[in-house]
């Protein structure tokens, strides 16, 4: 057999262990029900997260009695693509339902138009739309419902939802989606996984013309994972114009397989860059699509793991609390960079990440001029140690510890 083969039956394995994941929690490993921090607003809303992050498992765990539609089931998919009208007609049909549910709404956006006429005739009844696409949903959805659904982010586990189950080593391998992180053999399926994607949601959806150059600049931007993105080295890498990186980015991007990270210039008393920085949404990702070889050291892949893995955690961490911040990172032109900038209302941090298990004051310079021109920040460095330290006025917290804190609406320390 051949590996695409494999591949292919691979695919088809995880789509069953998604429908048996999230619908029975049977025939893959027994495990027990983790508790997230997502907490469901009142009103309408669309649930944004990529495959596998748990959407379904925690609208099943908290909505059971609720009318769902699961647009991944093909029978309920051609009906609903044939005559979107349908909705109305079940919603008449079930009065004393308050809620409704359509997962994977992407997957057939014209009923967008219908939930649009039952909001305005129903304000009481809340929609919960679900997605793992961005693309068709921001084309057609968030636009044509007018901010009469807010937007809601489910990520993959946080440290401290995981708990004692949280293991660092294994989560900058693996990562922490929880279809990857509850499978049998999390490697195969984190293989699958991405193949999915590249299959099902990319190429199937005629995302991209060449999925041969979509696979080789997967490979070449995993290089960039945790750094400022040079779109033409990207493009000389994969062997193709400068233009159609832009648009694999985008698509990474619609996919929520990927984010750029803005540069902090607020106030600034120095020149800063304005390039972004990019990054996969999940440390596991970024490892298996990263190409390794004799030549690559481990330091190389496990420091922008280590990055990535505290950048998803601050992602989730501002998503789910109730406070409003937002997400930087900061460089100069003259190369000082701190890695995260936590900037809102509530609070104001400064985070340095380096996949060290020593503090050496050289590696604190950064944090040190950031926190000059910025007094009001509380500065902190995290890394790969076991004792947490205040070294000039800065905070040195092992990694592991530091994840297991990250609660929402509780300050980072």
């Given at each position: 057999?051949?590996?695409?083969?494999?591949?292919?039956?691979?695919?088809?394995?995880?789509q069953?262990?998604?429908?048996?994941?999230?619908?029975?929690?049977?025939?893959v490993?027994?495990?027990?029900?983790?508790?997230?921090?997502?907490?469901?607003?009142?009103?309408?809303?669309?649930?944004?997260?990529?495959?596998?992050?748990?959407?379904?498992?925690?609208?099943k765990?908290?909505?059971?009695?609720?009318?769902?539609?699961?647009?991944?089931?093909?029978?309920?998919?051609?009906?609903?693509?044939?005559?979107?009208?349908?909705?109305?007609?079940?919603?008449e049909?079930?009065?004393?339902?308050?809620?409704?549910?359509?997962?994977?709404?992407q997957?057939?956006?014209?009923?967008?138009?219908?939930?649009?006429?039952?909001?305005?005739?129903?304000?009481?009844?809340?929609?919960?739309?679900?997605?793992?696409?961005?693309?068709?949903?921001?084309q057609?959805?968030?636009?044509?419902l007018?901010?009469?659904?807010?937007?809601?982010?489910l990520?993959?586990?946080?440290?401290?939802?995981?708990?004692?189950?949280?293991?660092?080593?294994?989560?900058?391998?693996?990562?922490?989606?929880?279809?990857?992180?509850?499978?049998q053999?999390?490697?195969?399926?984190?293989?699958?996984?991405?193949?999915l994607?590249?299959?099902?949601?990319i190429?199937?959806?005629?995302?991209?013309?060449?999925?041969?150059?979509?696979?080789?600049?997967?490979?070449?931007?995993?290089?960039?994972?945790?750094?400022?993105?040079?779109?033409?080295?990207?493009?000389?890498?994969?062997?193709?114009?400068?233009?159609?990186?832009?648009?694999?980015?985008?698509v990474?991007?619609?996919l929520?397989?990927?984010?750029?990270?803005?540069?902090?210039a607020?106030?600034?008393?120095?020149?800063?860059?304005?390039?972004?920085k990019?990054?996969?949404?999940?440390?596991g990702?970024?490892?298996?699509?990263r190409?390794?070889?004799?030549?690559?050291k481990p330091?190389?892949i496990?420091g922008?793991?280590?990055e990535?893995?505290?950048?998803?955690?601050?992602?989730?961490?501002?998503?789910?609390?109730?406070s409003?911040?937002?997400?930087y990172y900061?460089?100069?032109k003259?190369?000082t960079?701190?890695?995260?900038?936590?900037?809102?209302?509530?609070?104001?941090?400064?985070?340095?990440?380096?996949?060290?298990?020593?503090?050496r004051?050289?590696?604190?310079?950064?944090?040190?001029?950031?926190?000059?021109?910025?007094?009001?920040?509380?500065?902190?460095?995290?890394?790969?140690?076991?004792?947490?330290?205040l070294?000039d006025?800065?905070?040195?917290?092992?990694?592991?510890?530091f994840?297991?804190?990250?609660?929402?609406?509780?300050?980072?320390?």
């Amino acid at each position: 057999m051949t590996r695409h083969n494999s591949y292919d039956i691979l695919v088809l394995q995880i789509q069953k262990m998604e429908q048996i994941l999230y619908y029975k929690h049977q025939k893959v490993r027994k495990m027990e029900i983790i508790k997230r921090f997502f907490k469901s607003p009142k009103s309408s809303y669309f649930l944004f997260g990529p495959r596998g992050t748990g959407k379904t498992t925690w609208l099943k765990m908290n909505c059971k009695n609720e009318l769902i539609i699961d647009l991944l089931d093909p029978g309920i998919y051609r009906r609903y693509k044939a005559r979107p009208e349908r909705l109305k007609e079940l919603i008449e049909g079930n009065p004393d339902k308050k809620i409704v549910i359509i997962d994977e709404v992407q997957k057939v956006p014209e009923l967008l138009d219908v939930v649009h006429l039952i909001i305005e005739e129903k304000p009481k009844l809340k929609f919960i739309l679900t997605g793992s696409s961005a693309r068709k949903i921001k084309q057609k959805g968030v636009d044509l419902l007018a901010g009469r659904a807010i937007v809601r982010s489910l990520h993959p586990f946080m440290a401290s939802e995981l708990k004692n189950k949280f293991n660092l080593k294994k989560a900058l391998h693996i990562g922490l989606v929880p279809l990857v992180v509850s499978a049998q053999n999390p490697e195969t399926t984190l293989n699958a996984y991405i193949t999915l994607y590249m299959k099902e949601e990319i190429q199937m959806e005629g995302l991209v013309r060449n999925i041969g150059n979509f696979a080789r600049f997967l490979e070449a931007i995993s290089f960039s994972h945790g750094t400022v993105l040079n779109l033409s080295n990207v493009a000389r890498e994969c062997e193709v114009k400068r233009e159609t990186v832009e648009g694999y980015i985008e698509v990474l991007y619609d996919l929520l397989m990927g984010y750029s990270l803005p540069v902090f210039a607020k106030r600034a008393k120095r020149a800063v860059i304005k390039h972004p920085k990019f990054y996969f949404f999940d440390a596991g990702v970024f490892h298996t699509i990263r190409p390794t070889g004799p030549f690559d050291k481990p330091i190389e892949i496990d420091g922008p793991a280590l990055e990535g893995l505290v950048a998803q955690h601050i992602r989730s961490w501002i998503d789910y609390s109730n406070s409003s911040y937002n997400f930087y990172y900061w460089r100069t032109k003259a190369g000082t960079e701190v890695d995260f900038i936590i900037y809102g209302k509530e609070g104001f941090w400064a985070i340095e990440v380096k996949n060290t298990k020593n503090v050496r004051r050289n590696e604190l310079r950064s944090l040190r001029t950031f926190h000059q021109d910025y007094p009001e920040c509380n500065p902190i460095f995290v890394y790969r140690g076991d004792e947490k330290l205040l070294i000039d006025n800065i905070l040195c917290i092992p990694c592991e510890t530091f994840l297991k804190s990250m609660k929402p609406d509780k300050p980072l320390s």
